[in-house]
């Protein structure tokens, strides 16, 4: 079987504009002059990063606030792309990784059920046979004709989950999902994506959590700075 997702070497390089403090006068003139103040910095975020996930396996990704984890999920999602290197994915990728993408405020639930799944790849066919376990997961039956703009970030994540779930992906990508959100449902969704490792699901995890991540998965991956610092089993050189 080939492995779930492939990453090699895969670089992220951002630019940082720098704009200097400027008086009222000096932002006025930069109306009709170019803003000459701006600096512009090439930032790495992401630096030669490589590693195989093989297919039910399951990867937490841990290190500090701006290591690079979100930039990273966000790549193997196809949401943006490397700057170098590549990823291959075998399989159907369900990212669950920031609130609102992927989503569109001024459509209902169940229109945005429709709209996040086929960024998933999935057919409406597929989807109808299914939103009904999906409004029943996200609880949310009677706010499921109202606009996503009117849901509050809890309700949000709650409808992203579902859909996420329901779907039966080949590849779960969660990103602190479980910031959001009561304790009930959160662990609702636990056991769901708990079940659904059972059932051959790889997962790659990103949480803050060592118990989240000792419970579900049984590799880890360590960035510092955008680099690969350690890459090993739960267990060893774990605690
Ligand atoms: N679109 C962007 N433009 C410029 N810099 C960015 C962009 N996205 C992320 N960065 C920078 O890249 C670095 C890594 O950010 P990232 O969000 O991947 O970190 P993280 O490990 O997920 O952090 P956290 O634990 O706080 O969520 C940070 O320094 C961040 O400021």
């Known amino acids: 079987m080939p492995p779930a997702i492939i990453v090699e070497h895969v670089s992220k ?7 200097r403090a400027m008086g009222l006068k000096t932002r006025f003139l930069g109306l009709f002059h ?7 910095e090439h930032f790495l975020a992401l630096d030669d990063v490589s590693f195989t996930l093989e297919q039910g396996e399951a990867l937490g990704l841990l290190g500090h606030n701006g ?15 490397p700057s170098k290197g590549r990823v ?12 609102g993408v992927g989503f569109n405020p ?5 229109e ?6 086929s960024l998933y790849g999935f057919l409406n066919k597929e989807v109808k046979k299914r939103v009904k376990s999906i409004i029943e ?18 309700m949000q994540m709650r409808l992203g989950f579902a859909v996420a779930v329901n779907l039966q992906p080949d590849i779960l990508l969660a990103d602190e999902i479980l910031a959001v959100g009561d304790q009930a449902f959160q662990d609702k969704c636990l056991d769901k994506i708990a079940e659904m490792r059972k059932n051959g699901m790889s997962l790659i995890l990103v949480s803050h959590s060592q118990e989240q991540v000792s419970k579900f998965c ?8 955008g680099v690969m610092l350690e890459n090993g089993s739960i267990g060893e050189a774990w605690e």
């Open 13 to 19: 390089e951002f630019i940082l504009r720098h704009n």
């Open 34 to 40: 170019k803003n000459k103040r701006e600096k512009r």
């Open 67 to 81: 290591s690079g984890k979100s930039t990273l999920l966000q790549i193997i999602a196809g949401i943006l792309q």
């Open 88 to 99: 291959i994915a075998n399989g159907r990728v369900a990212p669950l990784i920031q609130l």
């Open 106 to 110: 001024e459509l209902t639930g169940y």
């Open 112 to 117: 945005n059920i429709f709209l996040n799944a």
């Open 137 to 154: 997961f996200s609880e949310l039956e009677h706010f499921i004709d109202t606009p996503l703009k009117n849901y509050s970030s809890g």
């Open 218 to 225: 049984d590799h880890f991956i360590r960035l510092e700075r």
